[in-house]
């Protein structure tokens, strides 16, 4: 039995589970080898707590930007919880409810605070090459800016038309020492450059890369 952080995805368990029976049997090669995972209980810091908290409800699909603010000796967390847009709001907000109980019930924890969204759905897009108007003019504009930020061309630029907009998925190059803080810094003022004053852009995603 092995224990986990509990708000690790299912396809890094299972790789987890993989190495250590691969690492058995090379030492016991006749051996056969069981690995069982058990989410981690003990020895957790405060987010990964407040994870598995969320994610212990059965209608939180998704739980993602949680925020642990430190003050006074105490701390507020703020988080996102994902359901599924069928879910009435009287049932999601008494999720949140459980879910912040469960979290001011922490030890050094004075308030929680949640916010509800639906899961994203697929969205039907075509891809702007098979689009009947090229889309030349954006490219250029993209490219140019994200020479401006880097320096550099993009690696890859992917444009997709959905209903509400372009879809834009810019790949850049950067330092491989530049520490992922900065790199995230890098791609969020990308995004807003790509995005200033283009109405018709539904969705900007910056992948960095070195």
């Given amino acids: 039995m092995v224990g986990v952080a509990p708000g690790q995805a299912i396809v890094e368990g299972h790789g987890t589970a993989d190495a250590i029976e691969a690492a058995v049997r090379e030492a016991l090669p006749d051996s056969e080898v069981v690995v069982h995972l058990e989410p981690r209980r003990h020895g957790l810091d405060l987010r990964d707590r407040a994870l598995a908290i969320a994610l212990a ?7 993602h930007d949680l925020t642990i603010y430190e003050h006074d000796g105490g701390a507020s967390v703020s988080l996102h919880l994902k359901l599924t847009p069928e879910v009435a709001i009287g049932e999601a907000h008494d999720v949140a409810e459980r879910v912040e109980a469960a979290l001011r019930a ?6 929680v605070q949640t916010h509800l969204e639906p899961l994203e759905q697929p969205v039907a897009a075509q891809p702007a090459e098979d689009a009947e108007h090229p889309d030349d003019a954006e490219r ?7 020479h401006d930020r880097t320096g550099r061309a993009p690696r890859e630029l992917r444009l997709l038309h959905a209903a509400g907009g372009l879809v834009v998925f810019v790949s850049v190059a950067v330092a491989p020492d530049m520490t992922l803080a900065d790199a995230h810094e890098l791609a969020s003022r990308l995004e807003d450059d790509i995005r200033a004053g283009q109405q018709h852009i539904q969705d900007v995603v910056v992948h960095t890369e070195s």
């Fill in 140 to 146: 250029a504009r993209i490219t140019g800016l994200v």
């Fill in 106 to 111: 922490e030890r050094g924890v004075e308030d």
């Fill in 57 to 63: 409800e059965p209608l939180v699909r998704e739980a």
